[in-house]
């Protein structure tokens, strides 16, 4: 397994200077964030000059790409906003290749709802996800998407029912532990369920609250037992990226340090994989 960062925890740093930032720390790989409020991370920024600069910086840093993470949700109860998502992805595609992403790109994004419209959703989620996998098809990439905490894929149960119910080579899980772990689940159980349905990987670390509620945080500063998560991930056959994620809840607060994230983040997991036994590369 390889350690890769989100720039989604980069908000005010732009790509020219995150790139080698990221390297210079150790990391493998780095997953880039595609949406707004982010300096040059929206898709009209990235021209044909810029994405040849930054191409040329992820081989000269050797910095693999795992996915895009794409702001937005795969849910859409607008079909005018569907469809518009859809086309998105294809644009996406393309600069995940221009870039140099392996194939197929993974492009990652929230499956999206609420927990409790779950049963009122599903319907209309499995279609969406029928759609999604007809353009993946077209354009050759797997959409990845992400079970949340308080979303409508909230627990292994459902995620496993609804994309086996899709039953779709293109549509998979961006599986982030922290969320299973929110729902309770016994982090050996999530792994085991989840990991045959995968196709990208976050982690983070959250502490949980006596009257449920929860705080996010850096990896080492919660409750999540990161050394069990990557003995299981190694046991269950994963060697591709596990991806450091930074939530909005943190990078949003005005103390947030972004170098010092990155960096006691890469330290905490690089640990875990020395405690863990489980080889890098």
């Not at 007809?134 to 894929?153: K, N, R, S």
Request: aromatic content about 8%.
């Amino acid at each position: 397994m390889r350690i890769a960062y989100g720039t989604y925890a980069m908000p005010d740093m732009p790509l020219e200077e995150a790139l080698p930032t990221l390297a210079e720390m150790g990391y493998d790989g780095v997953e880039i964030f595609i949406g707004p409020k982010h300096v040059g991370a929206t898709l009209e920024q990235m021209d044909a000059a810029r994405c040849s600069k930054l191409r040329d910086l992820l081989q000269t840093h050797g910095l693999g790409m795992p996915a895009f993470m794409v702001a937005g949700s795969v849910y859409n109860p607008s079909a005018a906003e569907h469809r518009a998502r859809l086309e998105e992805m294809r644009v996406c595609t393309q600069l995940a290749r221009d870039l140099g992403m392996r194939e197929p790109p993974v492009l990652a994004c929230g499956f999206g709802g609420r927990s409790d419209d779950w049963d009122s959703m599903k319907g209309r989620m499995i279609e969406q996800l029928h759609d999604y996998a007809e353009v993946a098809e077209q354009e050759d990439f797997i959409l990845a998407g992400e079970a949340h905490c308080g979303a409508a894929l909230d627990r292994s149960e459902r995620i496993v029912w609804l994309l086996d119910t899709v039953n779709h080579p293109r549509v998979k899980l961006h599986f982030d532990i922290v969320h299973l772990f929110l729902a309770g689940e016994p982090i050996e159980d999530a792994v085991r369920a989840l990991v045959p349905y995968t196709a990208h990987t976050h982690i983070t670390d959250a502490r949980k609250h006596e009257d449920g509620s929860f705080d996010l945080l850096l990896l080492g500063r919660g409750d999540l037992d990161t050394v069990t998560y990557l003995r299981a991930m190694h046991q269950a056959g994963w060697d591709d990226f596990i991806t450091l994620e930074v939530s909005a809840r943190i990078w949003s607060r005005a103390d947030y340090d972004v170098m010092e994230a990155a960096r006691s983040s890469y330290e905490t997991l690089n640990a875990a994989f020395a405690e863990a036994g489980v080889p890098r590369g």
